[in-house]
């Protein structure tokens, strides 16, 4: 929320600095998120100032340019080079002075040095309208009245001062301060608490003239539930043009887009009040009476933008007498009924919606207004007689008219002042500070609430319609605590904690470890949306189609296309990759971490995941000859092997998957049906249709399976062997399709104790050498003991062994 020191200095006397001002709002809750420094020109007119022309001569050999002196009010004359044709003595002028950025004939500006122009020096320049920013002519320069005191900077003399405009990150729970009136209202209560007991706030009113006779406007609310209150003014007579200069710069300072004056006056009603108002063109108001109702489903309306909406059976509308719709109450105006240029009658609407029901509407149609957004966190209806009141003194004195009926209101059921027993102990207790009863009540004075009951134990507050989340004890102690200040709470001597037993190694110290591992082997870690796109997985042009029942589908108006919870990280690494691949960043190492969704929801729904993408270079360019050029599944390989004994995850098997989407090829760890990891080449008609360039090679690990295998390793230390490790080698015929994940299994299943390591070193492949269908696996067997050294005739029992279990359950056949 914008909020304009300026506005705020009308409302109270606060002469303190921006920054000062920025504590103070954030002390009471109102949190500064910045600020920044408005200036109503692109001319810096502090340094342009008010003169008297001295003298003026013409400058020989010229047909346009003036030699002046000019008194800018210090006692020492300048001399100006003036090509203007109006220039002469005696004249009052603004002239800019060195150092001083105004606009050039391009409208772009640019900085007034001293120098010589045709031989005599310039000290400056006197300056015309749109060489200020403050008009368009340049015809000659701008003539100021005789009786201009000198040395007035433009600024001043223009009523031209620049702003501050503060960025306020406003919390739900606070409905009383989505306007310049109750942002001031808590600094006067901060001001009364520690400064000036007798503030006051200056608070803008006019007293409107009410003809005799007349009628109110006719109005029925046929939805109470909805609309709380309702109030309506007719005004005939009325001039609708461009608002005034004050008007629009106040306006855009705040991001507000002037439009004209009466929709502006609303707009700054709003702003100053926080009460949202809506003007009709009364002419265009069937029956000329208002119906506030809902209507059937379906039924169509559009709106200001010009677009066409269907409408909810729980959309509130205004409506006319015959039921046509007007406008969506709360929410966004018709595209028949606004103000236009034509209009002359208009009926002023100021009323109090139900929150929740603006918020359904609000949030049904994608309309983030700024009336929406103050009606969601409620505005306070016995404050709308006055805002209609100032709205329609503003009407009558920018735009003319008279008052052309009586004020209608319709108040059914009026919402009284939050009445919250409270004790002094409790707010003692709950603050953590020993506030005195005397200090309570100075803080609740400040703030406007009431007290009522009063006693030696506690008070009733009576707290004002404009809070409403005020409404339990901890409210008010923490109304009290935003003017008391919580840097006031003193820090306790001692402090009592509970010690808590975990798991360990805990969650969180799993995932550092992998996100450690991974950083230090280059790799950049991701944070994407949990919410994609329902398109990547249902209906016909699905990437990787999911059944619509296990998709966690949610109403998300703020962006229609990511409209469910993702199942997979899969497609957020790839839009990474394109994202990447798009800015020239083709070598990619990328993991994250983050949860995917399945429905229904219940336990297990939400499942923890870790991704890892791969593509590129295999290393960074270097004078070195590079082992291979490109990553591929071996490189990922690698790392997913590593970063699973790094956490202590051992003894799984390992099953071969081949166009299994979304894989090509890849390869999936498991213990049992527990699947760990599953890692390969993504597809590449997958990677086409994501516009991505690969190869890609992905690995999706299921951090909650691999957390639960690494939380129950537990780390054994043994002691460096003092015997040597043997090593023999074995030239192994296999089939094609015989893996060497078997070739390694088997082996530790025949020998537990001493084998320690199986690798394979060398695949070849002849078919006229070793037959068709077949390949050759050269394999290293490494054997150590503890205790002793191994004699030969032992390594040779067991590798007997691991022939004949080969032989008999992989058909393998050993070359000589």
């Known amino acids: 929320m914008k909020v304009s020191l300026n506005w705020l200095r009308e409302f109270l006397d606060i002469d303190k600095k921006p920054g000062e001002i920025a504590d103070i709002l954030t002390s009471l809750g109102l949190e500064v998120e910045g600020w ?76 007034i040095a001293e120098r010589k122009v045709r031989g005599v020096l310039s000290q400056g320049m006197i300056c015309a309208e749109d060489e200020l920013g403050i008009g368009t002519d340049h015809s000659g320069i701008l003539v100021l009245p005789d009786d201009t005191p000198l040395g007035l900077t433009a600024a001043e003399y223009l009523s031209l001062n620049g702003d501050v405009i503060f960025e306020i990150g406003l919390t739900p729970n606070r409905a009383d301060a989505t306007n310049h009136l109750g942002v001031a209202s808590d600094l006067l209560a901060w001001i ?33 539930e909805a609309c709380q209150r309702y109030m309506a003014l007719l005004l005939r007579g009325v001039r609708v043009q461009e608002s005034p200069e004050w008007l629009q710069q106040r306006l855009s300072a705040l991001g507000q887009r002037p439009i004209n004056n009466v929709v502006d006056i609303t707009n700054y009603i709003r702003l100053e009040q926080g009460h949202p108002l809506h ?27 010009g677009e066409e909406r269907c409408l909810s059976a729980e959309d509130l509308m205004i409506c006319d007498a015959h039921g046509q719709p007007l406008c969506i109450a709360g929410v966004f105006g018709g595209a028949e009924s606004g103000v ?61 008219g008279q008052i052309a009926s009586a004020l209608t209101d319709v108040y059914p059921n009026p919402i009284q002042p939050a009445r919250v027993p409270t004790t002094y102990e409790y707010v003692r207790s709950l603050s953590g500070a020993d506030l ?80 450690d591992f991974l950083a230090a082997n280059g790799f950049l ?14 209906g016909p042009q699905a990437l990787l189609p999911v059944p619509a029942e296990q998709l966690v589908f949610v109403h998300n108006t703020a962006n229609q296309g990511l409209d469910c919870m993702r199942p997979t990280l899969l497609l957020s690494a790839l839009e990474n990759a394109q994202r990447n691949q798009n800015h020239q960043n083709h070598d990619l190492r990328l993991f994250e971490f983050g949860k995917v969704y399945r429905a229904p929801l ?57 166009h299994e989407a979304p894989f090509r090829y890849a390869l999936r760890y498991h213990r049992g049906p527990q699947t760990l990891v599953t890692f390969g080449e993504v597809a590449p008609t997958l990677l086409r249709a994501m516009d991505v360039r690969g190869p890609v090679f992905y690995a999706d690990l299921d951090f909650d399976a691999v957390y639960k ?85 032992e390594i040779d029992a067991i590798m007997q062994q691991l022939q004949q279990a080969f032989e008999q359950k992989l058909q393998a056949s050993i070359r000589k």
């Open 192 to 224: 009364r608490y520690r400064e000036n007991p007798q503030a006051q706030l200056r608070v803008p009113s006019k007293t409107l003239i009410w003809p005799d006779g007349l009628s109110p406007y006719p109005v029925t609310v046929e939805a109470p």
């Open 279 to 305: 003007a009709f063109d009364a002419a265009r108001i069937g029956g000329q009476a208002i119906r506030v109702r809902t209507l059937p489903e379906g039924t169509r309306f559009t709106t200001l933008d």
């Open 525 to 538: 870690e991701c944070m994407s949306l949990s919410l994609t796109n329902s398109a990547y997985h249902v």
């Open 340 to 400: 236009t240029e034509h209009t002359t009658d208009v009926l002023l609407e100021c009323a109090r919606f139900h929150p929740a029901w603006i918020r359904r509407t609000m949030l049904r149609h994608s309309l983030r207004t700024d009336a929406a957004w103050a009606f969601e966190k409620g505005v306070d209806p016995n404050g709308c007689p006055h805002a209609l009141h100032r709205a329609a003194a503003l009407i009558l004195e920018l735009a003319g």
């Open 36 to 111: 920044e420094h408005v200036r109503p020109s692109p001319v810096d007119l502090e340094r342009v100032v008010t003169a008297k022309v001295v003298e003026c001569v013409r400058i020989p050999e010229s047909d346009h340019l003036s030699a002046t002196r000019v008194d800018v009010g210090d006692g020492q004359l300048r001399s100006v080079v003036c090509g203007a044709p109006n220039v002469a003595a005696g004249q009052r002028v603004l002239v800019a002075l060195p150092g001083a950025r105004v606009l050039g004939k391009d409208g772009q500006p640019f900085e």
């Open 602 to 658: 219940n336990e297990g729904a939400e499942n923890e995941r870790i991704s890892l993408l791969l593509c590129g270079a295999h290393s960074p360019e270097s004078w070195q000859p590079a082992p291979k050029k490109q990553a591929d599944f071996y490189t990922l390989k690698a790392y997913v092997d590593n970063l699973l004994e790094r956490l202590g995850v051992r003894g799984f098997q390992e099953t071969s998957l081949y």
């Open 709 to 793: 295998v690494a939380a129950a390793q537990r780390v054994q230390f043994n002691s460096a062997s003092k015997f040597p490790a043997v090593r023999r080698d074995l030239a192994l015929v296999l089939d094609q399709n015989v893996t060497f994940a078997q070739v390694r299994q088997l082996a530790f299943k025949i020998e537990k104790n001493l084998l320690r390591e199986v690798n394979l070193f060398d695949v070849f492949e002849d078919a006229q050498k070793i037959g068709p269908n077949k390949k050759s696996y050269a394999v290293s067997f490494l054997f150590e003991c503890t205790d002793r050294t191994l004699q030969g005739r």
């Open 436 to 515: 005195s009863a005397e200090v309570v009540e100075r803080i609740l004075s400040a703030l406007g609430i009431g007290m009522e009951d009063r006693t030696a134990e506690g008070f009733t507050a009576v707290v004002p319609t404009n809070k409403p989340d005020v409404t339990r004890p901890a409210d008010v102690v923490e109304e009290i605590l935003r003017v008391y200040g919580l840097d006031e709470i003193p820090m306790p001597a001692r402090m009592r904690t509970s010690m808590e037993i975990a798991q360990h190694p805990t969650r969180e110290h799993v995932r550092r470890c992998a996100a």
